[in-house]
Structures are given as structure tokens and as C-alpha cells.
């Protein structure tokens, strides 16, 4: 049996998607602490079940309810994750897509809306898109279904993939201090170090409380107070840490968009 956590930017085909890949579900009730519903799904393989994260642009959440798709992550048991991504918004969508491959499990891309992007002239290498990022990518219509089929197919065997090994390097100063904290943390602790050190710099409070209960928070607000002065004191464009952070993240991201996307003269933009 897998176990599939459906997750991507809200808008961007999600439900739809869900729908096809599922042939029935069921609300298990209330996500706890919110008002949003869990859903899940019987993969129509039988094979595994599929978990509808709610949509967000980034792990580290900004209200309770975009605070559900990372307690996922650190609390539930799960095989992979389906990355749903807005093949029109493709540069949006890939900093979630980056916080998701640095979590380690391994990752599937369903790369949703090729209809409107091709509408709007985006033409989008799909091997060299999957070749920078290190995972599968199928594109997708999850409208009209087109390509979902090999999606659930690609699905099933996830489970038995290896961990990802996807690392941005982040510079000199931050990698020391990624380091210092990743060797705090005691070796109990099952959940990917080096994207618990990360998602605390980035300023992501759950990852904070929960590093709590194994490191001071003295120690944790030094550790990043020392980080942030080191890291804007040699970056001349980093305002604070998490900038940073978001930063390092975009030039990769620019990167991948520059080797596997292009965009015709040409816009059309069709409806489809
Ligand atoms: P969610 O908010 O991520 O759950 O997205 P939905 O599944 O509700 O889809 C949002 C809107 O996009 C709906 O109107 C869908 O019909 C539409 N949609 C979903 N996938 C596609 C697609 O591949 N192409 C097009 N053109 N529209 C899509
Ligand atoms: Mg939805
Ligand atoms: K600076």
C-alpha cells in the first residue's frame, strides 16, 4: 500500500485532480485544529490511498489552516508526495516544489494547465525539467484527464523509491550554520534534519516548536540571530535571513526556468 499526500499551490487543479485519480473518497473529519476537511482517496489501483493536502504557496505557514500541509509532513506516515504544479505558473509554483524536494520523500510532479500554457506560449521541456530537479514530471490536463493515467501508473512506484538527495547549496555561512544545528538536534528525531534546520531559519514556527521540545530556546534564538548577522553581513543583498533563504532559492529556480522553459514570440493565449 502507498501512501499518497497530494500537495501544490491552491488553484491549481488540486480537487480535479484528485477526482481522476481517485475512484471514491471519504472526509476522515476535520484536520486537526482547523476547519478544513481531510480527504482521502482510494487510488483507482487499489493500490494505495491519496491525501489531499490543502493548497499553499510555501511549508512555512502563515495562519492555522496553511499550517496543515507541513504538521502533515512532520506528524503522519506517508509513501511520497504528488506535487501538483501550474504549468502557467510554473516559477510561482517551484519554491513550494523546492521545500518539498528538501524534505527528502520522494516527490512526483504532475504538471497540471499544459493547455494553458501552451496557450500562452510556454514551451516546457519536461525531461530537462525533470532531469535539474531530480523527480519524475508528467504533464497533465486534469480537466479533460489527459496524461493522469500515466500519473496514477508513475505513482505506483514510488513505493519503493530511494530518498531523494536534493540539496541547495546555500553558501558558506548558512551551510556552517545548517550544520551546527543539524548536529544539535538529538538522533531521536526522525524527520530530515537538514529540512528542519533549513525550515527554522526560514522562520517557520511549527518547525521552531517542535525543535523546541530537543534544543533551548535560548539557544535556538541565538543560533539564529548569530545566522542572520553572518548571512547579511556577507550577502550585500540579504535583508534578513529568511530573504535569504528565498533568494538562494529563486536563482535556482531562474536556473531550472532557463535551461527547460521557453517562451514563444507569438502569445496566443487560447482559450481552452
Ligand atoms: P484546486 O483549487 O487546486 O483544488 O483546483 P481545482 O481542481 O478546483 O481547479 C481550479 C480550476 O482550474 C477549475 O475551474 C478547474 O476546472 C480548472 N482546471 C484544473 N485543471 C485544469 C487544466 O489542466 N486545464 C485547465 N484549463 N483548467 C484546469
Ligand atoms: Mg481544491
Ligand atoms: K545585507
Given at each position: 500500500m502507498i501512501h499518497v499526500a497530494l500537495a501544490g499551490n491552491p488553484n491549481t487543479g488540486k480537487t480535479s485532480l484528485f477526482n481522476i485519480l481517485t475512484g471514491s473518497y471519504e472526509y476522515v473529519g476535520n484536520w486537526t485544529g482547523v476547519t478544513v476537511e481531510k480527504k482521502v482517496g482510494t487510488l483507482r489501483n487499489k493500490k494505495g490511498e491519496l491525501v489531499d493536502l490543502p493548497g499553499i504557496y510555501s511549508l512555512?505557514?502563515?495562519?492555522?489552516?496553511e499550517g496543515v500541509a507541513t504538521q502533515f509532513l512532520i506528524a503522519e506516515s506517508f509513501t511520497s508526495v504528488l506535487n501538483i504544479v501550474d504549468a502557467s505558473q510554473i516559477e510561482r509554483n517551484l519554491y513550494l516544489t523546492v521545500q518539498l524536494l528538501e524534505y527528502g520523500k520522494p516527490v512526483i510532479i504532475g504538471l497540471n494547465m499544459m493547455d494553458?500554457?501552451?496557450?500562452?506560449?510556454?514551451?516546457?521541456?519536461?525531461?530537462e525539467l525533470s532531469a535539474r530537479l531530480g523527480v519524475p514530471v508528467l504533464p497533465i490536463v486534469a480537466r479533460t484527464g489527459a496524461g493522469c493515467q500515466e500519473l496514477g501508473a508513475e505513482l505506483a512506484h514510488t513505493e519503493h523509491q530511494q530518498a531523494l538527495t536534493f540539496a541547495l547549496d546555500y553558501g558558506p555561512v548558512l551551510e556552517r550554520a545548517i550544520k551546527r544545528l543539524v548536529d544539535m538536534i538529538p538522533d531521536g528525531v526522525t524527520l530530515p534534519k537538514r529540512w528542519l534546520a533549513i525550515q527554522l531559519f526560514e522562520g517557520n514556527a511549527l518547525i521552531r516548536e517542535l525543535l523546541e521540545s530537543h534544543i533551548t530556546a535560548e539557544q535556538l534564538a541565538q543560533l539564529q540571530t548569530d545566522t542572520e548577522r553572518d548571512v547579511c553581513a556577507s550577502s550585500s543583498d540579504?535583508?534578513?535571513?529568511?530573504?535569504?533563504?528565498?533568494?538562494?532559492?529563486?536563482?535556482?529556480i531562474t536556473g531550472v526556468m532557463e535551461g527547460a522553459v521557453t517562451r514563444t514570440q507569438n502569445e496566443t493565449y487560447t482559450l481552452s
Open positions: 512555512n505557514p502563515l495562519s492555522r489552516d494553458v500554457a501552451r496557450g500562452r506560449g510556454f514551451m516546457i521541456n519536461e525531461t540579504a535583508r534578513s535571513l529568511p530573504h535569504y533563504i528565498r533568494l538562494v532559492r529563486g536563482a535556482f
